[in-house]
């Protein structure tokens, strides 16, 4: 680091000489340069003659004054019903926006950018905690949560102040601190799932919330766009026409199929069995474990781990038919790594907080249809209390499966003394008494209509598509859960039915229908180059990029680890010296420079154990 020295009164040689001897970088100013020096008063006149008005933010406004301002027509006539700033935009060099905005628009009292961020624009925006209409604008409205600069684009300074209004706000009772219950009415109009709140962490690494929204928030945004609420019932390939229950005849030139999965229940029709993979599915499970005081949970994916770590005051028995928690997505160590979430222990306990390993392994050997899939933080807007005394109590049941299940009339052998309404069977000869049994075993894809029976099918239902994600009916295309990928598949990337690639597969399947319409020549996206995923587990980030868990490498790699208990885990994937992929949990701040790691496929071998020193800064390698 370089030492900034301000030479006032000591000889530069003297000095340098001194330094050296320390053996440090050193940077010098002489003191011609930082000696201050009078200025008439004619000379600082024509200074402040030069600062434009507009720009010039040393007044200090009264807090008083912007909550006056906040209520007036010239406010009113400026932004409108709108917070402040929606209608701003960065101004950035490049695709994306850098992860963070810039420190501060203004320097000694002037702005000082071209595009200062929404509070630094306008002097009469105060960050107090008075000022709670100001606060409110920052603040969601689904979580309760501040808003991120990199949807608001205040600069950091402004963040902070924006910050510390808020906890004063709460701490002084001018903003509650409790998010409302949403309560849908199904019945009155269609709902649709809109993705907002993204955040470039790389190329392809996104971050992004899923919110439902009215389907009047799209045809009012799009004058050209037409939302039909029915349900489709025959799909006529020959003469392109649609038929809908209501009897509507929709023709049609090119038509994309994106009715997702139906839940894979370990048992049809039984009413003690509810398949969580819908809104609907959530609204009724979170109205049954209100009168629950045990309930059993079958599955190893994304939605069992968020509910077993979400649900409070029920006894949760999770059966997994794998080694480890979570399998979908992590490795054993990483589970391990969750395991004192699970069972409840304290975050908040006070742990030395440096990294206690940091590990190279090496190893060797062959190798029902429904509504929209839930997003991302599902679980935010529902009430999943039970009955019990006992705030959470878990216990799971590795490497087995449901063989049976059984109804209190049925059962006649059981460890319980207390009777249940249903009883669960497991593989491993044990017999569970609970209230009901939820179901999170994975997804079918929806591909069984009326009309599409001559369809490509893969092994698993979906339909296959090309790289177009035009299925094998010319002009049908497919994106999302219902489709299977049948193209040469880059190293790096592989279908996975998670929201991330629904989203990707949305955005590139409308690219290659218009292009399509258009006669244009058009690429596939880029990002099919790379598998990337970002998710919340037990409330930390979870970020997988590539082959994360070493798929397509036939066990022949090696694995950089450094773990730092409750704070954060990275797991990196070499194969002969480069980068094939991560698992990042935790704010690691990594996600940018392994997914250009696994990109570029730098040789990594000279840098050895060095990627994972938390004392190096590794990024500044790869600049």
Sequence with gaps: MSLLIRVLGLTRTSLQSTLTKRNVPVRLISSSHTCCQEENNDTENNKENTIDPSKDRRQIIPVETSIEYMLSSAYKQTYGDDPVWTKYRRNHKGQFPPRKTRKTCIRAGIISCGSPCPICRDEYLILDHRNVKLLEQFISKYTGEVLHYSK???????????????????????????????????????????????????????????????????????????????????????????KTQTGRLIKYTKLCLCNGGRPKLIAENNKFIIGIR????????????????????????????????????????????????????????????????????????????????????????????GG????????????????????????????????????????????????????????????????FIVSATGVVPNSNLMGLENLEKGEDEGLCVDWKLETSEKDVYAAGDICTARWEIAKHWFQMRLWTQAHQMGIYAAKSMTSSLKKEDYMQDFCFELFTHVTKFFDYKVVLIGLYNGQKLDKNYEILLRVTRKEEYIKLILENGRLQGAVLIGDTNLEEMCENLVLNQIDLTPYGEDILDPDIDIEDYFD
């Excluded at 019990?388 to 299940?405: A, D, F, G, L």
Aim: proline residues 4%; aromatic residues 8%; hydrophobic residues 35%.
């Design 278 to 369: 819908d809104t609907e599915s959530v609204i009724q499970f979170s109205q049954k474990i209100q009168n629950a005081r045990k309930i059993v949970v079958v599955g190893n994916g994304g939605i069992a781990t968020e509910l077993v770590h979400e649900v409070k005051n029920v006894e949760v028995v999770w059966v997994i038919k794998d080694k480890h928690i979570s399998a979908t997505f992590i490795d054993p160590g990483a589970a391990e790594f969750f395991l004192q979430d699970v069972y409840n222990t304290d975050k908040s306990e006070n742990t030395d907080i440096k990294p206690i390993r940091r590990m190279r392994y090496t190893t060797t050997g062959p190798s029902k249809e």
């Design 152 to 242: 608001t684009g205040i600069c950091q300074k402004k963040y902070k102040e924006l910050l510390i209004a808020v906890i004063k706000a709460k701490d002084y009772g001018t903003l509650t601190l409790d998010v409302p219950l949403r309560e849908y009415d199904y019945s009155e109009c269609p709902l649709i799932k809109t993705v907002t709140n993204i955040i470039p962490l790389g190329k392809t690494v996104m971050q992004f919330d899923i919110e439902e929204k009215n389907a009047k928030t799209l045809t009012e945004k799009y004058a050209s766009l037409q939302v039909i609420h029915d349900t489709v019932i025959n799909i006529d390939v020959n003469e392109k026409c649609i």
């Design 372 to 435: 929209p899939a839930l997003g991302p933080d599902w679980h935010n807007n529902f009430i999943i209390k039970g009955t019990s005394s006992i705030c959470r109590k878990v216990q799971i049941e590795y490497e087995c499966e449901v063989n049976e299940i059984l109804t209190k009339e049925e059962i006649t052998e059981c460890s319980d003394i207390e009777k249940w309404p249903v009883y669960v069977k497991l593989t491993n000869g044990k017999i569970i008494g609970c209230d």
